[in-house]
């Protein structure tokens, strides 16, 4: 059974930067390069939405809100997807977690990680 762990976020003023790292236990490299991996936010009091991700193509989609500030990027060597945000705005402000989709379609979550973007 796969284990996500988000690492990464905390308090940031407008205008910086923050990586967020999802690290996944439980599974080889090879079983972890299978999986489509995705990163979603929940900002208070919204529901959970889709920032970015790889899809089975092996494409990469970002949400226009995010285009040009976000990158994902994943490294099978370490079973870990990051998540670099720049220009972070207050409205970027939210809960993230990352996803895990086996190829059968099983998903998997983290327990998020707190981001707060504010002066």
């Known amino acids: 059974q796969v284990q996500l762990v988000e690492s990464g976020g905390g308090l940031v003023q407008p205008g910086r930067s923050l990586r967020l790292s999802c690290a996944a236990s439980?599974?080889?490299?090879?079983?972890?390069?299978?999986?489509?991996m995705a990163w979603y936010r929940q900002p208070p009091g919204s529901q959970r939405y889709l920032v970015a991700g790889?899809?089975?193509?092996?494409?990469?989609h970002y949400a226009d809100a995010v285009k040009e500030r976000f990158i994902i990027s994943r490294d099978n060597a370490r079973n870990t997807v990051y998540l670099q945000m720049n220009n972070l705005q207050p409205e970027d402000t939210a809960v993230y977690y990352c996803k895990a989709r086996e190829p059968l379609g099983r998903d998997h979550w983290g327990q998020g990680t707190q981001v707060t973007v504010a002066s």
């Open positions: 439980g599974v080889s490299g090879s079983v972890f390069s299978s999986y489509t």
């Open positions: 790889f899809t089975a193509a092996g494409t990469i």
